[in-house]
């Protein structure tokens, strides 16, 4: 099973982010396209930082560890959907936040 | 130590990017660093997880040495950066969608 480690930490994130989704009536869903756009931006340079870093040695992956999927230039598949998830975590927190503090605090400018 | 000068640089970018070149001036509202301040912990989690468990294993000569929750300090600087290049981005493309959709 250790090879579900990394992937786990992705998959506690991913529920959080439907929890969030759902309990606060985001409907991300209906905002996709700005999604993509900010995320496809995202990939683009954390992947490159990334390979980058792996190519010179900066961190490496135990391969026991991961999945094993290495479907972009030797990156783990987890790296992948890390620039995934967390940046859309990171939009979830944001609107939750912006919703909140709209209910409960003072007008936002 | 060349993940703390790229982590150092990431930041600057990204302020840069946030009130020069996105105008998105996410650095002086207050939802952003509200947004930041929830969301630190749970990266302080996540590291902790992945660095402790030596799934992610960092070289000793390019990092400072410092470390925070089992990952390296630099982490931070990553961690900061990405949140706030992913709110710049997601707020000019919010602008951009709605300028569109007006037409």
């Known amino acids: ?109 | 130590m060349i993940y703390s000068d790229i982590a150092m640089d990431a930041v600057l970018l990204a302020v840069l990017a946030d009130l020069f070149v996105l105008r998105t001036q996410m650095v002086t509202r207050g939802i952003f660093w509200l947004t930041y301040g929830l969301i630190l912990p749970f990266q302080l989690l996540t590291n902790w997880w992945l660095t402790s468990k030596n799934i992610v294993m960092y070289s000793a000569t390019e990092i400072i040495g410092r470390r925070l929750a089992g990952a390296p300090i630099e982490d931070l600087l990553f961690g900061f950066s990405m949140i706030l290049a992913t709110l710049s981005l997601w707020e000019f493309f919010l602008a951009l969608n709605r300028r569109t959709s007006k037409k």
């Open chain 1, 1 to 109: 099973m250790a090879h579900f480690h990394y992937a786990v930490v992705l998959l506690f994130v991913a529920i959080c982010a439907i929890g969030v989704n759902v309990g606060f009536r985001l409907r991300i869903t209906h905002l996709w396209r700005v999604f993509l756009a900010t995320d496809a931006a995202i990939l683009l340079i954390y992947t490159a930082w990334d390979i980058w870093a792996v190519e010179n040695h900066n961190w490496r992956f135990d391969s026991a560890q991961i999945l094993g999927l290495r479907i972009f230039a030797g990156l783990p598949i987890e790296e992948i959907l890390f620039f995934v998830i967390v940046p859309l975590m990171t939009v979830l927190t944001y609107l939750a936040l912006s919703k909140l503090t709209k209910k409960y605090g003072k007008a936002q400018p």
